[in-house]
T-cell receptor, first 115, second 115 residues
Framework: DGGITQSPKYLFRKEGQNVTLSCEQN?????MYWYRQDPGQGLRLIYY???????QKGDIAEGYSVSREKKESFPLTVTSAQKNPTAFYLC??????????????FGEGSWLTVV | AQKITQTQPGMFVQEKEAVTLDCTYD???????LFWYKQPSSGEMIFLIY??????QNATEGRYSLNFQKARKSANLVISASQLGDSAMYFC????????????FGAGTQVVVTP
């Protein structure tokens, strides 16, 4: 079954701790993205990567870090520098081919709560 | 910068009736893609339909159709023959072709389908 897998689904973090959210895709997509969603709002882009070993900041990158060592994996670390990390985090991927307007697919998301 | 506006925060629709969800966008870039996603209470973001800015015909996917009026910069979603399972949050989103995957989302419309 092809798709995007995010883990864990629910995560609790103590203040001051770093936490890493996993995102794995077996769609052979070049591009991967991380979005954050706050209650009652749309999504905002945190980081994106269009190719292995390369990534760029999105609109709200402060307090987050990513790596892209493998095509299928794009983990997101929420650092202690992120002031308000409690949110729903969604990972997405696409082929990255802009000519054909390929669909952007999402994983099932991870709920992060700071306690 | 591009902007997506969804003016309907919520709406009720009776089962088997059609419903139109409004979406307007603002961009000066001529090349872009428009998306609609469904987000049920479980959180996952489900792709529904896509329209490219150069597409001549309105997109359709089963019970979903996109009423694309380029001059008005609107991309309304029409759901025909509503079902109880259509109850969810619906998001309109846009990506510029030269930065594919960097989606800009609207605030969403909550749809409740009643028997």
């Amino acid at each position: 079954d092809g798709g995007i897998t995010q883990s864990p689904k629910y995560l609790f973090r103590k203040e001051g701790q770093n936490v890493t959210l996993s995102c794995e895709q077996n769609l052979n997509h070049d591009a991967m993205y991380w979005y954050r969603q706050d209650p009652g709002q749309g999504l905002r882009l945190i980081y994106y990567s269009q190719i292995v070993n390369d990534f760029q900041k999105g609109d709200i990158a402060e307090g987050y870090s990513v790596s892209r060592e493998k095509k299928e994996s794009f983990p997101l670390t929420v650092t202690s520098a992120q002031k308000n990390p409690t949110a729903f985090y969604l990972c997405a991927s696409s082929t990255g081919d802009t000519v054909s307007g390929n669909t952007i697919y999402f994983g099932e998301g991870s709920w992060l709560t700071v306690v | 910068a591009q902007k997506i506006t969804q003016t309907q925060p919520g709406m009720f629709v009776q089962e088997k009736e059609a419903v139109t969800l409004d979406c307007t966008y603002d961009t000066s870039d001529p090349s872009y893609g428009l998306f609609w996603y469904k987000q049920p209470s479980s959180g996952e973001m489900i792709f529904l339909i896509y329209q490219g800015s150069y597409d001549q015909q309105n997109a359709t996917e089963g019970r979903y159709s996109l009423n694309f009026q380029k001059a008005r910069k609107s991309a309304n979603l029409v759901i025909s023959a509503s079902q109880l399972g259509d109850s969810a949050m619906y998001f309109c989103a846009m990506s510029l072709t030269d930065s594919w995957g960097k989606l800009q989302f609207g605030a969403g419309t909550q749809v409740v389908v009643t028997p």
